[in-house]
């Protein structure tokens, strides 16, 4: 199983950036749960957003939502992070994940396979 996240890069505060994430090596549907995480330097890794398998449920962490859109095309075998009106407290590490389990978890324990993460700087 690979996850391969891409889309990272520098925007100033307010721009936007969209991260995309493809899965390998399994059936994409096996996952139920896909999400995004992110890490700034010296801080844990927090929970961004999460999307089941059908895309009719997301959860958002708090400082994101109405500003970042998750989204996952199954044929495709992607899942999205649009991002819009980036803060400079939104720099980090992103990475993508998948959850065999089933069940919403904005826990990293709970997420069996991690891509690589892509860079996010935003500057003021």
């Known amino acids: 199983v690979q996850l391969q996240a891409s889309g990272g890069g520098s925007v100033q505060a307010g721009g936007s950036l969209r991260l995309s994430c493809a899965v390998s090596?399994?059936?994409?549907?096996?996952?139920?749960?896909m999400g995004w995480f992110r890490q700034a330097p010296g801080k844990e890794r927090e929970f961004v957003a999460a999307i089941n398998w059908s895309g009719s449920s997301t959860y958002y962490e708090d400082s994101v939502k109405g500003r970042f859109t998750i989204s996952r095309d199954n044929a495709k075998k992607m899942v999205y992070l649009q991002m819009n009106s980036l803060k400079p407290e939104d720099t980090a590490v992103y990475y993508c994940?998948?959850?065999?389990?089933?069940?919403?978890?904005?826990?990293?324990?709970?997420?069996?396979?991690w891509g690589q993460g892509t860079l996010v700087t935003v500057s003021s």
């Open positions: 994940t998948a959850d065999n389990s089933g069940s919403y978890s904005s826990s990293p324990i709970d997420y069996d396979y």
């Open positions: 090596g399994r059936t994409f549907m096996t996952y139920p749960w």
